[in-house]
């Protein structure tokens, strides 16, 4: 699906704060949100728990293709309605989970960075294989991809998409790509028990909308 540009997502952290990372995981949850209301589920004080794999490689360490994939449990708050507030709520989480250095292996995250987009994903799938599958109900992997367009056969590429399998309990998961100044969110849905992924879907584009908004 389409996403936002990176400078729409610099723009709606500007005003109600966070990070880009931050920015992202609040419109997912609000895609959860939406999800689950359309399934007649009450989200009031609901939290939807996601493994969101992260780089603990040090700033001088960037561009080698080791294993040092660690993990953040992130609680993403789907009972909050209003999106300020939701942003807000998962700046203060995710600042939080940092500071203690909350991961799996008990180093500091440090950006997704210094790894080509597929060997990132499959060290973050290899992480999640080795988790507690019941402890999560989603991924979401924020990988950063070249800013700057590539061409095959004097062809541009226009949008690049990623993929991430479902494994386990785990039914749905989120890829967010960036490439070329633009934001693409990835979601791979099983059809046998999620079929409605179309109104995930949907309602991530709604709350970049809502957060550019509420920005303005």
């Not at 709606?12 to 990070?19: E, L, S």
């Not at 360490?61 to 080791?66: A, I, K, L, N, T």
């Not at 708050?77 to 203690?100: F, N």
């Not at 099983?190 to 957060?211: F, H, K, W």
């Amino acid at each position: 699906m389409p996403g936002a540009t990176l400078a729409d997502v610099r723009r709606v952290r500007q005003r109600p704060g966070g990070t880009v990372n931050d920015v992202v995981l609040a419109v997912i949850t609000r895609g959860f949100r939406s999800l689950l209301e359309a399934r007649g589920e009450s989200v009031e004080g609901l939290f939807v728990r996601t493994l969101v794999p992260v780089s603990v490689r040090g700033e001088d360490e960037h561009g080698r293709f080791d294993n040092r994939v660690s993990a953040m449990f992130a609680e993403l708050p789907v009972g909050i309605a209003d999106p300020v507030e939701r942003l807000a709520a998962v700046s203060r989480q995710m600042g939080y989970l940092k500071d203690h250095h909350q991961s799996a292996a008990g180093e500091t995250p440090t950006a997704l960075s210094g790894l080509a987009p597929p060997a990132l994903l499959a060290l973050g799938m290899r992480l999640f294989a080795d988790v507690d599958q019941w402890a999560v109900q989603t991924v979401t992997t924020n990988v950063p991809g070249p800013q700057r367009p590539y061409s095959a056969s004097g062809r541009r590429m226009t949008a690049a998409y990623m993929f991430v399998p479902v494994a386990g309990s785990v039914r749905i998961g989120i890829v967010i790509f960036s490439y070329d100044g633009a934001l693409t969110f990835a979601v791979t849905g099983d059809y046998d028990t999620a079929p409605d992924t179309d109104v995930l879907c949907r309602s991530i584009e709604e709350g970049i909308v809502e957060l550019l908004d509420a920005g303005s």
